[in-house]
């Protein structure tokens, strides 16, 4: 089979590590790196030895594959134009700036029969993957996913930024739609909000409970599942899986603690654990998540097969992220009538900037939305 032609657009730091990995794939030829600065085309060209381009359209028609990394607002021009010139695409999270565009992305690549990958790299981490297999029916999740402040995504908030990650992994472990959506945030360095928890309820009954923030000391990202059959904890960066696995007699609710002798009360005061629910602990090999997601990507095209996480999946995980905005945005702070709604009252954004409204007033009145 002849090599992919394939291109990255958008040629930022996580665009160079994109085009880094596709220049290694025996199964690629990187034909070009694009970005309208001079600056970040050049090097990354340079790095990857291919050329460097200022302008996507040039390759159209000449193209198999594309990468977009470019700013989320710009997402479903470059990928519209992309799919319809036949282009199989890896589109960075967020898909989109809105749900109405990511469905139409997800409609072109269906009518034009290409792969549409969106940029969830924590599917391919070894301890999450080894945790799936024992998170079957999940009832309950907690997600943290915290960090110090990095200077780059600022024209989104942690959740587009951070949570969204730990959206799909809940969205992926779910298969049930949402039910409601309780959230909370706080801006601490600008606009949008920097801190924000969530809580989502499953028609299915489970509930998940999500953290996020990137003004954070120490960084952590960690995810723990309960489900009917056991226990599993989820380090993404250490890559540690924690597996809990209740005995048949705990499972089958044959253990009464009322009926315990004195002697079996010591008993189990040391061997509970050990007998009743054992522990299991393995540390992963380090990996580079990006590469295997890049790989992904390349044999969904080569053998006609949906990627790990496909643009219906993007989709949904914006979909929630979307309704966590809505919350956070509207949430009241206190019991007054005219009191302070959304992170610290600040003035509500669209889900996420697009240059055409960069004609709004810089101020906008703060809106308490009525109960009920």
Known sequence: MKKLKTAVIGA??????????????????????????????????????TQALADHRE????????????????????????????VHLLVEKPICSTIA???????????????????????????FT?????????????????SGFTF???????????????????????????????????????????VANARLEFECGCVAVISASRVSHQPRRRMSVWSPTGYAAVDFAT?????VRPSETLLRRRFDVEMLSAEQVEYYKEHLAEEHFPIQQKQHDAVDALALESEDFVESIRTLRRPLVTGKAGRDALAVAEQILDRIHTHAWDDTADGPVGPLAAPRHRVIP???????????PVVRKEAG
């Open 101 to 127: 565009e990511a469905d139409e992305l997800v409609e072109a690549a269906g009518r034009n029969n290409l792969v549409l990958q969106v940029g969830h790299v924590e599917r391919f981490n070894p301890a």
């Open 130 to 146: 080894a945790a799936v297999p024992h998170t079957q029916n999940p009832k309950y999740i907690e997600a943290v996913r915290i």
């Open 152 to 194: 780059r995504s600022t024209d989104v908030g942690v959740v587009l930024d951070l949570m969204i990650h730990d959206i799909d992994l809940v969205l992926s472990m779910v298969c049930s739609a949402v039910r409601k959506v309780d959230a909370l945030g706080l801006s601490v360095l600008g606009g949008h909000e920097d």
């Open 354 to 364: 697009a240059g055409h409204f960069a004609g709004w007033p810089a101020e906008l």
């Open 59 to 86: 390759l159209l028609g000449k193209l198999d594959a594309a990468v977009i990394a470019a700013p989320t607002k710009l997402h479903h021009k470059l990928a519209m134009e992309c799919l319809n010139h036949g």
């Open 12 to 49: 930022g730091r996580l665009g160079g590590f994109h085009a880094q990995k596709l220049a290694k794939n025996r199964h690629v030829e990187l034909v070009a790196v694009v970005d309208p600065l001079p600056e970040n085309r050049n090097r990354v060209a340079a790095e990857c030895r």
């Open 239 to 243: 890559r540690t899986t924690t597996l």
